[in-house]
T-cell receptor
Framework: AQSVTQLDSHVSVSEGTPVLLRCNYS??????LFWYVQHPNKGLQLLLK??????LVKGINGFEAEFKKSETSFHLTKPSAHMSDAAEYFC???????????FGSGTRLLVRP | DADVTQTPRNRITKTGKRIMLECSQT?????MYWYRQDPGLGLRLIYY???????NKGEISDGYSVSRQAQAKFSLSLESAIPNQTALYFC??????????FGPGTRLTVL
């Protein structure tokens, strides 16, 4: 069965320091992996998507994620956090070929001034 | 995403009332989805539709029903609302690939 685990429910960083949000997945069907971001009182926005074309995926707002099959991980990183990055982030995997998605429980990123 | 709109954005209702949440999209996508979000649980799928005549239950469909009135409209109904249906509800659309595009959400409170 497909599953996704976000290892931290909350991450707190200082502005200007690196961000690491961790995601592990279990999937026998993984043609793609996603990170979505949800800013306060907003809907979910696609941050980036892995589609097997390249293991390092670049997304919007300076974020990137690396697909590591041997570790079944898809961690999200950013070299330097900005106050506007404060949001909740979801790691997402397809359930199967039915176009249904499985969401992680989310990681709330706090950015301190 | 302004291409997917949800109404109302906020709703407070009482136990036992019938509630309808509406979703409209201008993206021209065939697939539409309803999710609920609860703190610490991520998003869970309630119902999904691949076209007007194809509606399917998700993992938590009990207590909910849907109607796909047109390609662009997908409504979620709570026939008799109960307090544990208090949540944030999201509509999403998809086409072609497995990427989904989300509306701004409806915050529902059942007293």
């Amino acid at each position: 069965a497909q599953s996704v685990t976000q290892l931290d429910s909350h991450v707190s960083v200082s502005e200007g320091t690196p961000v690491l949000l961790r995601c592990n997945y279990s999937s026998s069907y993984s043609p793609s992996l996603f990170w979505y971001v949800q800013h306060p009182n907003k809907g979910l926005q696609l941050l980036l998507k892995y589609t097997s074309a390249a293991t390092l995926v670049k997304g919007i707002n300076g974020f990137e994620a690396e697909f590591k099959k041997s570790e079944t991980s898809f961690h999200l990183t950013k070299p330097s956090a900005h106050m506007s990055d404060a949001a909740e982030y979801f790691c997402v995997v397809p359930m199967d070929s039915s176009y249904k998605l499985i969401f992680g429980s989310g990681t709330r990123l706090l950015v301190r001034p | 995403d302004a291409d997917v709109t949800q109404t109302p954005r906020n709703r407070i209702t009482k136990t036992g009332k019938r509630i309808m949440l509406e979703c409209s999209q201008t993206k021209g996508h065939d697939r539409m989805y309803w999710y609920r979000q609860d703190p610490g649980l991520g998003l869970r799928l309630i119902y999904y539709s691949f076209d007007v005549k194809d509606i399917n239950k998700g993992e938590i469909s009990d207590g909910y029903s849907v109607s796909r009135q047109a390609q662009a409209k997908f409504s979620l109904s709570l026939e008799s609302a109960i307090p544990n249906q208090t949540a944030l509800y999201f509509c999403a659309t998809g086409e072609g690939t497995d990427t989904q595009y989300f509306g701004p959400g409806t915050r529902l409170t059942v007293l």
